[in-house]
């Protein structure tokens, strides 16, 4: 014989204590007009019956589901799974789940389609929480957050006209600290920096601690960008023939060009300490920029209104 699972309802707490079904909802919401020891005896009993509460339903009831919204920058249909995103997620996924909330990822191949996403979520699926995974000037997304005053934050640093709610790194920091670490653990001299074309804000920074390494020690600094039909990398090198080590400003774009790079040698230190990365570049050394707490501390500071920010550390590994 097959068993059945009976789940019991609210009805059945209320009748189980004595009180009405309103009572029982109210104390199980710990609502001060209920005495503190009927409070006690419903959730008692409530505990007892294995009742799970609908937080979807109790949320929905205030015009707003049990999910939060992830935005992840344009991204082609072609492009390969960003690792830092998927620890992102991980990070996240772990702070939601006592909060009893879930994750619904908005990502599309142009902006126009990745703001119908979001559109989507608020207007079908009210959704009204959002974690925005990267930072632009002009982002019809956030500007769309902004207009209509929903709940979020962003994952980086926000750009200048808009002091939005974020979480983030001292990017700038991270990249002084890993030029100076390059420097000191190897006889070099010379390091690029290597970066995407985009100049993502995240790019931006490190680069800007790498420059202040270099200038604080009298040395040149070097930068090239990885662009569809520009200077390839060993082409880059082979007009700087002085550069003897690189800076690369992200674990994606090294593992991109790491098949140039093979036959120079050079000591590579790069940001984000990746499974990826540490299972083909077991050698270089590697700077974790500690995404799975990036993402606990984006979801801590989501529902958490009367703070502004927060900076998660990182750290060197050799």
């Known amino acids: 014989m097959v068993g059945v699972v009976y789940l019991s309802t609210i009805k059945d707490i209320a009748q189980a204590a ?61 492009a390969p799974a960003n690792p830092f995103h998927i620890d992102l997620m991980r990070g996240i996924s772990v702070a939601l ?6 994750m619904v990822v908005a990502i599309a191949p142009t902006a126009d389609e990745l703001l119908e996403s979001v559109q989507s979520m608020v207007n079908q699926s009210k959704v009204h929480n959002f974690l925005v995974f ?10 769309y957050l902004r207009e209509h005053q929903l709940n979020f934050v962003v994952i980086g640093h926000p750009t200048a006209n808009h002091p939005d709610r ?18 000191d653990k190897h006889p070099v001299n010379h390091p ?7 100049d993502w804000v995240y790019e931006h920074s490190r680069r800007l601690g790498y420059e202040a390494c270099l200038e604080g020690r009298g040395l040149t600094a070097y930068t090239w ?14 007009a700087h023939p002085e550069v003897d080590s690189l800076v690369c400003a ?43 707490k ?7 500071l989501l529902f958490d209104p009367a703070a502004h920010h927060r900076i998660v550390d990182f750290t060197i590994y050799d």
């Open 18 to 78: 004595g009180v009405s079904v309103s009572t029982a909802s109210r104390a199980l919401n710990n609502n001060p007009r209920i005495s503190l020891k009927t409070r006690q005896r419903v959730k008692e009993i409530a505990d007892q019956l294995g009742y799970l509460p609908n937080y979807n339903a109790q949320n929905l009831t205030r015009g707003e589901s049990n999910m939060v919204g992830l935005v992840f920058p344009v991204t082609s249909d072609t």
């Open 97 to 102: 789940k006592p909060l009893h909330y879930e």
């Open 134 to 143: 990267y930072t632009v000037e002009n982002d019809p997304v956030t500007n």
């Open 166 to 183: 974020y979480v983030d790194n001292d990017n700038v920091a991270a990249g002084e600290e890993a030029t100076a670490h390059l420097l």
């Open 192 to 198: 690029a920096f290597l970066q995407s074309a985009d």
């Open 225 to 238: 960008r990885c662009q569809d039909g520009g200077e390839s990398v060993t082409d880059f090198l082979a």
């Open 250 to 292: 992200d674990d994606l774009l090294l593992v991109r060009i790491n098949d140039q790079l093979q036959s120079t040698g050079f000591p590579v230190v790069c940001f984000n300490n990746s499974r990826l990365v540490g299972m083909l570049l077991r050698d270089n050394e590697r700077i974790d920029m500690q995404p799975r």
């Open 294 to 300: 990036l993402g606990q501390e984006a979801v801590n």
